[in-house]
């Protein structure tokens, strides 16, 4: 099977940081983020993966490509700048992107049978499958309302969040989501351009894990998992 990264964002809430390092080159026990991510995939049989991300930071990805993976099979999707989360996926070849893929932001920390989401997604024929993960601050992040498996509301990091399900940032995603991207548009974000829609016409489904997961977005999450994720 095939999976994507999404590691083309800006990290501001790291700067001056994030300046200098891509955020999903941060590292966590001295392992970039992203290699973590990686590391998931193959662990589950995905093994043909692509990255999209800033073209100025293409010689720092060839460099941590080199490092860790330099037999994979691992190709970039290269940006001018950061265009969103749909964006990037928009712009996948479509012979590749002809069957459902898993993907993933590329700033978060996750463990999980990934097959079993995989076969939740098949089974209920829906056009994206979100990992959800119970957390105790929901208004941090994107939160949804769930009905038997289906995704009936879906808001981003809402006041009164729905309840303490949240988006983890990983998702199985059919080509069919094409069709919902507003053509001529250079910036488009999953969260807020596709996700409600497909809430609204109950194609989107949730699958609840029980695994780790923790995102390094702000100096005080990338502390917490650098002290915690290698030690659980």
Do not use: C
């Amino acid at each position: 099977m095939k999976g994507f990264i999404l590691a083309g964002g800006e990290g501001t809430r790291l700067y001056p940081l994030t300046l200098e390092i891509p955020k999903p080159l941060l590292p966590v026990g001295k392992i970039p983020v992203i290699t973590y991510l990686v590391e998931l995939y193959l662990r589950n049989g995905i093994n043909d993966i692509k990255i999209s991300i800033q073209k100025k930071h293409l010689e720092d990805f060839y460099k941590w490509r080199a490092t860790y993976f330099p037999k994979g099979k691992i190709n970039f999707l290269v940006e001018l700048k950061g265009a969103g989360t749909f964006t990037p996926i928009i712009k996948l070849d479509s012979k590749w992107f002809s069957e459902p893929i898993v993907v993933s932001n590329g700033d978060e920390l996750k463990e999980l049978d990934l097959k079993k989401m995989i076969d939740f997604h098949k089974r209920k024929k829906g056009v994206v499958t979100i990992g959800v993960v119970k957390v105790k601050n929901p208004q941090s992040y994107g939160s949804v309302k769930m009905k038997e498996g289906r995704i009936i509301e879906f808001i981003e990091k809402a006041k009164n969040p729905p309840s303490s399900y949240i988006n983890s940032g990983l998702y199985i995603i059919s080509p069919i989501a094409r069709e919902y991207f507003q053509k001529g548009a250079k910036f488009s974000m999953l969260e807020t351009d596709l996700f409600p829609k497909l809430a609204k016409e109950r194609k989107l489904f949730g699958y609840k894990w029980e695994g780790k997961w923790m995102d390094v977005g702000t100096w005080e999450r990338w502390e917490k998992a650098i002290k915690n994720w290698n030690q659980e």
